[in-house]
């Protein structure tokens, strides 16, 4: 059984700084993608970040400048470092993995979402 396990979320003001963190754990052989998605309000989930296990990194394009996304291959762990932050960006982040696991499959595992608010 494989989870994705996030924390850091919380409260913010506009202008702050937040870092999510992803764990996968579970049966893991390895990890190509790892990515952050959100979702606000009524409106559908969109992709933040992504990183593949080679460090190829995709940024949305309201995010670039601002959001860093990292990774640690040997944890397992994948890294959202969140600045300059503006309300339009509150929602529920979403780490997300393509692994494959100890059967051999490769599957798409979504963690349970972590909430970001940034006031004004």
């Known amino acids: 059984q494989v989870q994705l396990v996030e924390s850091g979320g919380g409260l913010a003001q506009a202008g702050g700084s937040l870092r999510l963190i992803c764990a996968a754990s579970?049966?893991?052989?390895?990890?190509?993608?790892m990515g952050w998605y959100r979702q606000a309000p009524g409106k559908q989930r969109e992709l933040v970040a992504a990183?593949?296990?080679?460090?190829?990194?995709n940024y949305a394009d309201s995010v670039k400048g601002r959001f860093t996304i990292s990774r640690d291959n040997a944890k397992n762990t994948v890294y959202l470092q969140m600045n300059s932050l503006k309300p339009e960006d509150t929602a529920v982040f979403y780490c997300?993995?393509?692994?494959?696991?100890?059967?051999?499959?490769?599957?798409?595992?979504w963690g349970q979402g972590t909430q970001v608010t940034v006031s004004s």
């Open positions: 997300a993995a393509d692994i494959l696991n100890s059967d051999y499959d490769v599957k798409w595992y």
């Open positions: 990183i593949t296990s080679g460090g190829n990194i």
């Open positions: 579970g049966r893991i052989l390895s990890i190509n993608y």
